[in-house]
Structures are given as structure tokens and as C-alpha cells.
Nanobody
Framework: VQLVESGGGSVQAGGSLRLSCAVS????????MGWYRQAPGKQRELVAT???GCGSSNYPRFAISRDNAKKTIYLQMNSLKPEDTAVYYC?????WGLGTQVTVSS
């Protein structure tokens, strides 16, 4: 199983981005699958996840969604702030993607 994130980039504050995480291989276990982020000098933190099939986010500006047919989950990020700058990682079970960089400038 491999997880491949995409959709990161550089945006100005107030902008939006949608991250994608595509899962290769047979397994696509949505429960517990989620997005994490790690800013420079900080610990990795949970951003949004699926629990019992339902998505929840620790940030009201962010929303997690999925497309089972494409074996892909998404993170829609709106009203981005400079403090959202981080590498964003997708996680499924014990597997992590390599991450995608999000940079928000003021």
C-alpha cells in the first residue's frame, strides 16, 4: 500500500487549497484515515480524520472528504492563514505518505 499526497503549494492568506491522497493497492480502510500536518519546529498534529465512516476536522476551516471509487481522500482548506504553513501528511493505518508542502504567505 502506498499513499500519495498532492495539491500542496503556495498561496496568500485567505486563499484555498484542496489536498488529495490517493491510495494504491487493494486496501482502502477509511476508518482512522486522516490528515496530519507538521510545521517547522513543531510536532506532527492531527488535522482531520474519518471515524466510523464520518469525517471530522479539528479546524472548522478545513473539511475532509472521500471518493471510495477513486480510493482517494481530500482535505479542503479554506481561509488559509500563515500559521497553516506545514507539510501535510496522509495516514491510513500504519502507512504514511511522503507529505505535501503548504505555504501560506501574509
Amino acid at each position: 500500500v502506498q499513499l500519495v499526497e498532492s495539491g500542496g503549494g503556495s498561496v496568500q492568506a485567505g486563499g484555498s487549497l484542496r489536498l488529495s491522497c490517493a491510495v494504491s493497492g487493494r486496501t482502502f480502510s477509511i476508518n482512522g484515515m486522516g490528515w496530519y500536518r507538521q510545521a517547522p519546529g513543531k510536532q506532527r498534529e492531527l488535522v482531520a480524520t474519518f471515524t466510523s465512516g464520518c469525517g471530522s476536522s479539528n479546524y472548522p476551516r478545513f473539511a475532509i472528504s472521500r471518493d471510495n471509487a477513486k480510493k482517494t481522500i481530500y482535505l479542503q482548506m479554506n481561509s488559509l492563514k500563515p500559521e497553516d504553513t506545514a507539510v501535510y501528511y496522509c495516514k491510513m493505518g500504519a502507512c504514511w505518505g511522503l507529505g505535501t508542502q503548504v505555504t501560506v504567505s501574509s
